[in-house]
């Protein structure tokens, strides 16, 4: 497996991936309504445009795309950024892939800049976030009216 940055001709393969994973996966915890209006968030076009502002990472496995994730200022922030689009093929989660694209993500220099990183975390992956270090933030750990539980990581190599 070989992790790398996004490029355009990957739009379509990731939107599928991320869909895929959505509707096999996420739908254990979220309403079918909630799932499909994801979805349509999800679009090659909605892939792309989220890649222009963000470093955009893909895992491949035999020219396959089995993963993904991105990292981002939050807020335009120097000292802070935001982990976003972290997906894993339903048949390849639990194989360790998911922990490469967060050790990816964790040495890209929007984390190395930041004393905390934000996670817009789904009701899925709470437990895999909190494996890698994160926690809720505020202590909150229910979903917001988004559905999204937010989560966080202090550097501890950065002063608070």
Not at 8 to 21: C, P, R
Not at 69 to 91: N, R
Not at 130 to 153: H, L
Request: aromatic share 10%; proline share 3%.
């Amino acid at each position: 497996m070989k992790i790398r940055r996004f490029e355009e001709k990957d739009a379509k393969k990731v939107s599928e991936l991320i869909i895929d994973t959505l509707r096999k996966t996420n739908i254990k915890d979220y309403s079918a309504d909630s799932i499909e209006n994801h979805v349509n968030n999800f679009q090659p076009e909605n892939v792309l445009k989220r890649a222009s502002w963000t470093h955009f990472y893909v895992a491949q496995e035999k020219g396959n795309i089995i993963g993904c994730g991105a990292i981002a200022p939050y807020w335009d922030k120097i000292d802070e950024s935001s982990l976003f689009t972290i997906f894993i093929l339903p048949e390849y989660q639990g194989k360790g892939i998911g922990r490469k694209i967060i050790e990816t993500l964790e040495k890209d220099e929007y984390f190395l800049r930041a004393k905390r990183i934000e996670v817009p975390a789904s009701i899925t992956g709470v437990p895999f976030y909190k494996k890698m270090g994160y926690s809720c933030k505020n202590g909150v750990n229910k979903a917001d009216n988004e559905g999204i539980v937010r989560m966080e990581k202090f550097r501890k190599d950065k002063e608070r």
